[in-house]
């Protein structure tokens, strides 16, 4: 009897060589409790780690909450992480994990939450917005879950006077607040101070919108450097640009801090032109 092999384990096959059937046709065709079984067994991962985070902004708020064993399932050098494909890999790292956090506007959302739907595990859904108040409502969330509420209060403290500060350096670089923004990042831009005269995107803008924006005579443009489309207002303007980030891995963030200091960073440096 001939032997068949998935990775490193083989098992007969019959008297006649048997095609196997792709991890792609197996993801389609069979139930995920039954795929993460099967895939676990043998695909590399750091399965068993107590938190998983959909994406690097799920994870940085789970650290900010005192988790310190965070598996991230997109791959932190995406520049548009929600539109991960996922793999097999990832959804058998779900097993033994005590808490699964997503955001909900994940490509791969729904099959995450279905995989965690066991009594070891809690799926929660977080709502992020890069403002220091809803940031920490959501980082208590994952610590009253953790047990780690202390470790959270010594994180919120800090937060808050950095962001407070980062907001102050940022304001003092722009008289004028009027600002067109990319939609993803209209609550940053308004928890950062700045007065939204004018939203767009995502995606491609036609050229009725872009005047609509200009004729707004914003001093700013804040655009998203995840899915951008705004450098078209700024050139008709000729006023200052900027692509910002929500989730943390450009430049080499990590931590929510990093985040706000790479975005105040870019925000300082245009409005000093």
């Known amino acids: 009897m001939e032997q068949g092999a998935v990775g490193s384990l083989s098992f007969p096959i019959g008297p006649k060589t048997a095609k196997l059937p792709s991890i792609e046709f197996l993801m389609k065709r069979l139930p995920l409790s039954l795929l993460v079984l099967l895939t676990g067994a043998?695909?590399?991962?750091a399965a068993g780690a107590q938190t998983v985070a959909s994406t690097s902004w799920t994870a940085a708020i789970a650290r900010a909450a005192g988790a310190t064993d965070v598996v991230v399932i997109?791959?932190?050098e995406l520049k548009h992480p929600p539109e991960y494909e996922i793999k097999p890999s990832d959804l058998a790292a779900v097993q033994g994990a005590k808490l699964v956090l997503y955001g909900g506007y994940e490509k791969f959302a729904s099959r995450l939450v279905e995989t965690s739907g066991t009594e070891k595990t809690l799926a929660l859904k977080l709502a992020t917005d890069n403002v220091p108040a809803?940031?920490?409502r959501e980082a208590k969330k994952v610590a009253e879950v953790l047990g780690t509420l202390p470790a959270y209060e010594k994180w919120a403290e800090g937060f808050n006077r950095f962001a407070a500060g980062s907001k102050a350096r940022v304001l003092a670089a722009y008289p004028d607040k009027r600002a067109v923004v990319q939609r993803q990042l209209k609550t940053y831009a308004e928890g950062q101070g700045f007065e939204v005269v004018g939203v767009f995107g995502p995606g491609e803008l036609s050229p009725a919108v872009v005047?609509?924006?200009v004729k707004l005579k914003p001093a700013l443009v804040i655009d998203n450097a995840h899915n951008p489309s705004g450098p078209v207002i700024a050139e008709a303007l000729?006023?200052?640009?900027?692509q910002l980030i929500n989730f943390p891995g450009m430049g080499g963030t990590k931590s929510l801090e990093d985040v706000f200091r790479y975005n105040e960073q870019l925000l300082?440096?245009?409005g000093g032109r």
């Open 42 to 45: 043998f695909l590399p991962f």
């Open 211 to 213: 005047l609509d924006l």
């Open 134 to 136: 809803a940031l920490e």
């Open 74 to 76: 997109a791959p932190l």
């Open 238 to 242: 000729k006023v200052p640009y900027v």
């Open 268 to 270: 300082v440096s245009a």
